[in-house]
């Protein structure tokens, strides 16, 4: 560009360290060699920041005075060479702030992390002991057809008692030594999940097959194989012609599939005010095998659960045909299953909240 053309069209930079007879090319590499000079010098973010006002703030920024003071007053040639330098000049500032951005973030994360030092644990929660044996109860029967159903810790005396033929007077009421709640209009905290089973044989006709889930209540005093909260897991199936063949089937097919395929089972009578003929379960101790240990008391057979089929005398409540229907009934300790799978031997264990025994099961 001719000298003539530079001194009508420039002003005087002294601010910016040329004067105005500096030819365009020399102006802005003296200004891009300033600014990475400066650039070079950034450690802290209120430099880059103080850099970054200084050469592309909008008001006094060393760009916009270009702009204001050389760029507007310049004519045809010089206009488009001093625009050409100036966009350039642009850019280049916008890549020395980037790159001034990551030598920035280096320093800080240097200062704020000693990288020599050993990483920190993040813990990743798991479920409860007690959750886990539920889902694996429930992906166990929802394989052959059960399905999952809840309902009220809070329940009356009809479907807690006697709509699973439990009357007044019925001496079972004394073992399961209930909380009533006062000023419910006599509600009670339930004592076993056997109300859905009501519950649900009302709302649906057969066939039904649930398992009932949860938490209930008895008054038992704390202690190593005893508690006043307690979880349970029952179960109902209800159909056309099902017969105790099938019921011993269900039974077989759920202890080997929670306990291995070589655990065996065998019925002892019982008596269950809602079941009739009843029967506890025993299975052959999984820890020695059936030749006798501690856990089994030396006897070879662990005691597990409750069941038998469904009293006709329950339909009557739910206004089944006891003459068509058939159906079978269970109901086991959640807590106690835990305990016998993985050799525990305090209840209390599992509501202390003790880390160091939670830990144990991930």
Known sequence: MPTDAIEKTALRFESLGVSSAADADTLFETLSAAARTEAAQIRVPESLEAFRVKWLGRRDGICSRVTENWLKPATGDAKKLIGAGLNRLRAQLEALIEAAKSSVADVEFGQAIDLSLPGIERPVGTSHLIRQTYEELERIFMAIGFSVVEGPEMETPYYNFEALNIPEHHPARDSMDTFYIEGSGGHLLRTHTSPMQIRTMEKQQPPVRIIVPGKVYRRDNPDATHGFIFHQLEGLAVDYDITFCEFRGVVDYFVRALLGPKV??????????????????????????????????????????GSGMVNPAVYGFVGYDPERLSGFAFGMGVDRLAMLRYGITDLQAFFQNDMRFLRQFP
């Open 264 to 305: 065996k089972t065998r019925l002892r009578p019982s008596y269950f005010p809602f079941t009739e003929p009843s029967a506890e379960v025993d299975v052959s101790c999984h820890i020695c095998g059936g030749s006798g240990c501690r856990t089994c008391k030396f006897s070879g057979w662990i005691e597990l659960f």
